[in-house]
């Protein structure tokens, strides 16, 4: 605003100083063109000013914060006494999560006295459909003692998930189907199922998998990942 007032006075000024028409059309001309360019840098400035202002995207987790985190009645696997304790939370639909199975098995087998490991349902049901159906088949297989030859089962097959293949696993791993069926449908599994969900979101679980090492997240999802924390974890205990 301030430029524009000074360009209208030069003209002012001109006019008063005994210009000719033709200096007054030229210093005109130069004052539209200032002004033009003046507006262009100030929507400029705005369209900056306004990306300024967005809001900042949600919070990176803090990989130093330690969760409580329950066993619960989640299945098991590796010694109850364990010193450590990896929790986590996956989806039988989600591929990243059949990587990390396979990689869990290899920390289980380097550590086979000092951790267990800890599955918690965490279906992600706005984009994987067959996931709750998943999750409430393997904790029905484990009301028969079955819950891990379910659970490989699955993720073997994590993109066949549907009613029929999941009556299929459970004639494969050895099931009475009919009381897995009966099982699979109740409210205890249901509410096993929300409870863990309601874990997960306690725990500000965004994805899948999400896995702790008592009670920390871990950020490094590799097997030098799981064996410095791993490993400090004992350090600790020590």
């Not at 919070?59 to 409580?68: G, H, S």
């Not at 706005?126 to 999750?135: C, G, K, L, V, Y």
């Not at 189907?177 to 449908?185: L, P, Q, R, T």
């Amino acid at each position: 605003m301030r430029i524009r007032v000074l360009a209208v006075a030069a003209v002012v000024a001109l006019l008063g100083c005994g210009a000719t028409p033709q200096d007054v059309d030229e210093l005109k001309k130069n004052q539209k063109d200032i002004l033009a360019k003046l507006d262009a840098l100030t929507g400029e400035v705005k369209k900056v000013q306004t990306a300024g202002a967005r809001p900042a995207g949600p919070a990176q987790p803090d990989p130093n914060k330690v969760y409580a985190l329950n066993v619960g009645s989640s299945p098991i696997k590796g010694p109850k006494e364990a010193p450590v304790t990896i929790v986590e939370f996956s989806d039988y639909q989600c591929p990243f999560c059949a990587q990390a199975d396979a990689l869990i098995e290899e920390v289980l087998a380097d550590y086979p006295n000092d951790v267990r490991f800890v599955y918690k349902q965490f279906p992600l049901t706005t984009i994987h459909p067959n996931a709750m159906p998943a999750s409430k088949a393997a904790l029905a297989a484990g009301k028969q003692g079955k819950y891990w030859e379910m659970h490989k089962v699955l993720f073997q097959n994590s993109r066949a998930l549907g009613p029929e293949q999941l009556k299929q696993y459970a004639q494969q791993v050895g099931l009475d189907v009919a009381k897995w069926e009966a099982d699979m449908n109740s409210p205890e599994i249901a509410e096993q199922v929300n409870a863990e969900m309601r874990e997960a979101q306690a725990a500000e679980v965004r994805g899948t998998p999400s896995i702790f090492v008592n009670g920390k997240r871990l950020m490094n999802r590799s097997k030098d990942g799981f064996k410095v924390m791993i490993d400090e974890a004992l350090k600790a205990k020590a």
